[in-house]
């Protein structure tokens, strides 16, 4: 597998979240997940069919994890929101220990607020994990500023 894993939270999979994140990262040598290809249950309704387990398994084998995810009401999508909901009390979320992790949103004209609450989101997300957050950006739907901001050259 390869060091760098592009987990996209966007159930578009050919969208714009895609479309930045494989900006972010052209040239390097890296793999995609697109988490609306997993059944990932509710936290407290686990379903026999849930595949968590095998996202973490992909996860588990790179070190770098760059997560890009569209702005729905004003946070992060709720395939991102339902897969950090379900890390909390999960052994195997222990394969995120010591992963280096960039976040990028992008949306319609996100506010102050939306940025400070992702912002915060992937702070939380990060130590709790023992991950070590390289970078966060949010910013509107042509992700510009994503492109322009995130640095990978050292990755």
Known sequence: MSKILFLNCSPNRKGNTYLIGEKILNQKEHEVLHLADYRISQYGQVFEDDQIREVLQKIESTEVLVIGTPVYWYTV??????????LYLLPEAAALNGKRVYLFAQGSSPNVDTIHSITFLAQRLATLMGMELKGVVVDTSDGAKIINTLDLSRE
């Open 77 to 86: 999508s709720g395939l991102l929101k339902t897969f950090i909901d379900r």
